[in-house]
């Protein structure tokens, strides 16, 4: 059974940070391309950054030089250290895991709320 388990949300204001964390088993995490995507109320999910190969990251364009998403195999665990946010950041946060090198999303987290308020 697959899980992946967001952790780190909460509410912050404008211009602070905060490090989400998701935590996966039943998986061979190091093979996966694993990525946080975020949805506001209203709005379809959309990526915010994705580790898609050893040397390959992907960011929205909204987010570079904010946030930095890393992995530690060892531990199974993605990360998402985000800084300097904005209220426009505002949204619930889902971890994801994929086939490496791809886009493709075969599992989600169930979702973590990052509040900024302004």
């Known amino acids: 059974q697959v899980q992946l388990v967001e952790s780190g949300g909460g509410l912050v204001q404008a211009g602070g940070s905060l490090r989400l964390s998701c935590t996966a088993s039943g998986i061979l995490f190091h093979i996966y391309a694993m990525g946080w995507y975020r949805q506001a109320p209203g709005k379809q999910r959309d990526l915010v950054a994705r580790?898609?190969?050893?040397?390959?990251?992907m960011y929205a364009d909204s987010v570079k030089g904010r946030f930095t998403i890393s992995r530690d195999n060892a531990k199974n665990t993605v990360y998402l250290q985000m800084n300097s946010l904005k209220p426009d950041d505002t949204a619930v946060y889902y971890c994801?895991?994929?086939?490496?090198?791809?886009?493709?999303?075969?599992?989600w987290g169930q979702g973590t709320q990052v509040t900024v308020s302004s």
């Open positions: 994801s895991a994929g086939p490496m090198g791809t886009m493709d999303v075969r599992h």
């Open positions: 580790i898609i190969s050893a040397d390959k990251i």
